[in-house]
Each structure stands twice: as structure tokens, then as C-alpha cells.
């Protein structure tokens, strides 16, 4: 099992930044992937950025160029440095980890942290 807790959430102004943090307990050895979804008001829940154990990372089109992602496999943290940021960004972000146990699919979500971006 693995839980996540998100920190970093907030209200900032465009073209202002954000560092959103996600901690990991439990498992942690055996995480695989770590990411960061956001939800909207009356939208899907959408992929931002993914990164793998080993550094490989994926990024939505709308944050290429303003976001990153890293990790750190020993603390089990990931982190997601937002720059730039723009009202569209507004939106509920998520951390998710995919991690290796006896089921065929193994995957948990934080609780969620609110990121609003308006003047």
C-alpha cells in the first residue's frame, strides 16, 4: 500500500509561480510511476505530468515549457514546479503513484490541493 499526501496548493496571481510537493508512505520501494492530474469545475480529471522511476518524464501539451516534474525515489516525493501560470490552470491537482504489489494494478491518489490562478 501507498499513501500520498499534497502540500503547495494556492492562490497566486498569472504569471506567478507554484511548487505543488507530494509525499509518499508505506511501499515506496515499490513505486513505479508518480504524477500529477488536475480536475476542474465540470471537467474529466487530466493528466499534467508523469515522471518513472528511472527520470522519464511526460507532460501534458498545455504545460510543456512552464511546468516540471522530478522526483526522488529514496524519500518517495515528487514534486511539480508550475511557472507562468495562467487561469486555465485553476483546478483541483492530484498526486497518483502506480506501484508493483500482487494485484494485477495497483495505483492511489492524494487528497487533492486546490491551485487558483486569478488577479
Known amino acids: 500500500q501507498v499513501q500520498l499526501v499534497e502540500s503547495g496548493g494556492g492562490l497566486v496571481q498569472p504569471g506567478g509561480s507554484l511548487r505543488l510537493s507530494c509525499a509518499a508512505s508505506?511501499?515506496?520501494?515499490?513505486?513505479?510511476?508518480m504524477g500529477w492530474y488536475r480536475q476542474a469545475p465540470g471537467k474529466q480529471r487530466e493528466l499534467v505530468a508523469s515522471?518513472?522511476?528511472?527520470?522519464?518524464?511526460n507532460y501534458a501539451d498545455s504545460v510543456k515549457g512552464r511546468f516540471t516534474v522530478s522526483r526522488d525515489n529514496a524519500k518517495g516525493t515528487v514534486l511539480l514546479q508550475m511557472n507562468n501560470l495562467k487561469p486555465e490552470d485553476t483546478a483541483v491537482y492530484y498526486c497518483?503513484?502506480?506501484?508493483?504489489?500482487?494485484?494485477?494494478?495497483?495505483?492511489?491518489w492524494g487528497q487533492g490541493t486546490q491551485v487558483t490562478v486569478s488577479s
Open positions: 508505506g511501499s515506496i520501494a515499490s513505486i513505479y510511476n
Open positions: 515522471i518513472t522511476r528511472s527520470g522519464t518524464t
Open positions: 497518483k503513484s502506480e506501484y508493483y504489489s500482487r494485484a494485477p494494478y495497483s495505483y492511489s
